[in-house]
Structures are given as C-alpha cells and as structure tokens.
C-alpha cells in the first residue's frame, strides 16, 4: 500500500502557496500587528537607547521597533534568548509579525539579550508609561475605580544562606539570587518577587506597577501605586490598616478595602455582605494575573537580580496591556 507523503519536488511557486495560505490565517501576533501601532514606540525607544551617529562607520543597530517585537514574542511565548532566535527562523507567522521575509536575517540571542541590558528596567518602565498614556487618549483608562493587588513571581531558587553569600567565588556568586527573598502564603513556599499592581476597573489595564522582594507585605507599597486620578480602591483585607484608611482619606479616595475580621473580633454578617459585593469588582485584577500565569508563564523568571526582575515584570505587564488592547478589538491608531 503507498501513502500519501506530499510532494517530492517542490519550488518557489510551492513556497509561495504555503505562505499565501498561512498568511490567510489570523493568529495573536497578527491581531496585534493589526489594531496596534508600534511605531508610536520608536521615538521613546530612539531616546531611551540612545545609539548615536552610527553613520562615520561601524555596523548598525538593529531597528529598535523590530526588536521591541521581538521581546514580545520572546514574553509571549515564554522562550530563551537561543530559542527565541530559533523559533523566529522557523516560524513564518514569527517573520511575519516582525515585517522579515525568509531569506532576511534575524537578531542571534547576543543581539536580543544586549537589547534588554540596553533598554534596562526603568527603559521598559517608560515603554509600559508610554502605552497607557496613548490608552487614556483613547478613553481606556482614566478616572474612576481602581484595583490593587500583588502577585509572586518566582525565581531560581538558592541554596546558599544569606548570610554565607560573601564567602561564595564571584563565579559562584553569580548563580544566586542575592536580591530574591523567601515568602510563605498558606501551604504555599515562594522565593522570588512580588508584581505589586494597580488597574482600572471597567477595562482591567494594568495603569502602573511596583517590584520588590517576594517579603514585602503588600500593604507597603501601596502609596507608590496611588495617583491623583483614583476616586475609589478596591483592595483585599491584606491591605486594610489604619495607614492605609488615612491615607485614602488624605487623597479623597473612596476606601472599598474590605473589612478584616480578628480572632476575637469577627466580622459581621453586615461585613461579611458588603465583603462579597466589593469583591464582584476586585476579583477583576485576578484575570490579569491569570493571564499572566497561564498564557504567558510570567510567576515565574529565569533572570537573576532585582533590576532584570524589574524589566521582566514590567515586559509582562506591557505584554498583558497589549494583548488585552487586542481582546477589546481596538482599531489601530
């Protein structure tokens, strides 16, 4: 009996055929390309990167919008720098979200990771800025109810306590997370950092973020997180205190913080009612770590160090805001 293999000889006009066909079908790299502009990012890319005059010689950067793409990509899927390069000359729909054509050449994983030690945390801090302000433009964000909430994001794990890192080579020392700190969340155990982040109510962008060490009680940092434009916050019990209820009441926010029950105190039915309707609007910043988690596999990091967690994190959150643009089908501007 034969079977069907496909052909034996094919040509140009073959591979034409198939691109033609793939291209015909959308995928989430091409719904991007579609309702999102990225050359709104090229002007704050050029400022932050800062190349120079590469024309008296010497070979020329990568176009800094093409390897914003590719770090999306990179996030997206969850890959290494080495696979990250792999995948995007294996992959048309890749090439295609990238504006690059079979035989043109892609950036190694030298040139990606060079990118991100270039652009560093507080670049991608404005990247993500930059994103929400062109949001609130178009009426996606503004003022009215907020959330937040912290999630982990785990790190590789050390087995060397803090207090014997000084003795470690530098080789050594290299492979641990100095900056990393252990946390315990009921039965759970993570070592890493902690996304600390705020989003607005009706369309569950994220608006602004803070990293720190996976210890840090998240009430802490909620001042960072707070603006002028918040009127309401909704927030766990785990931030409900006495500063935080003066802090609200200092910047005229309405507190929609739930109610905290004590061993001797516990709350009242009344308490336990209000309690489940406000949680109807914060369990909205669930989706957005949800999402994270299972789509983008953003709990967790390879990199090691506070300041690559930071622009880590802060790719994750951009990456969320970018494909939650896609899912409320905004047309590009």
Not at 309 to 316: M, N, R, V
Request: net charge neutral; with cysteine.
């Amino acid at each position: 009996m034969k079977f069907r293999k496909g052909k034996e000889q094919s040509g140009l006009f073959d591979l034409i055929e198939r691109m033609e066909e793939l291209s015909s079908r959308v995928g989430p790299l091409d719904k991007l390309n579609e309702q999102i502009d990225f050359e709104n990012f090229r002007e704050k890319l050029l400022e932050i990167l800062d190349y120079g005059d590469h024309e008296k010689g010497g070979r020329p950067p990568w176009d800094p919008v093409l390897m914003l793409k590719v770090l999306i990509i990179q996030r997206y899927y969850n890959l290494s720098e080495e696979e990250t390069e792999f995948q995007i000359l294996d992959r048309f729909s890749f090439q295609r979200f990238l504006g690059l054509s079979v035989g043109d050449g892609v950036p190694d994983k030298n040139t990606i990771w060079d990118f991100k030690q270039r652009l560093g945390p507080k670049g991608m801090k404005s990247l993500f800025e930059l994103f929400v302000d062109l949001l609130a433009e178009n009426g996606l964000v503004g003022k009215g109810g907020k959330i937040v909430d912290a999630s982990f994001v785990d790190a590789p794990r050390r087995r060397v306590a803090a207090e014997k890192l000084d003795e470690l080579s530098p080789k050594a020392r290299s492979h641990v997370d100095g900056d990393a700190r252990w946390a315990k969340k009921g039965k759970e155990t993570h070592f890493g950092y902690k996304n600390h982040a705020k989003c607005d109510v009706a369309s569950k962008f994220v608006e602004t973020f803070a990293v720190t060490s996976a210890e840090v009680h998240d009430s802490n940092v909620l001042e960072e997180l707070l603006d002028d434009n918040d009127q309401y916050l909704y927030a766990d019990s785990a931030y409900k205190s006495a500063q935080n209820d003066e802090l609200l009441r200092d910047r005229k926010i309405e507190n929609m913080i739930h109610q905290k029950g004590y061993r001797n105190r516990p709350l009242t039915r009344f308490q336990k009612k209000i309690n489940r309707l406000k949680s109807k609007a914060r369990c909205r910043v669930e989706h957005i770590f949800g999402f994270q988690a299972n789509s983008l596999g953003a709990d967790w990091i390879r990199t090691i160090g506070l300041e690559r967690a930071e622009f880590q994190i802060g790719l994750s959150n951009l990456v969320y805001n970018l494909c939650r643009y896609g899912q409320l089908g905004a047309v590009k501007k």
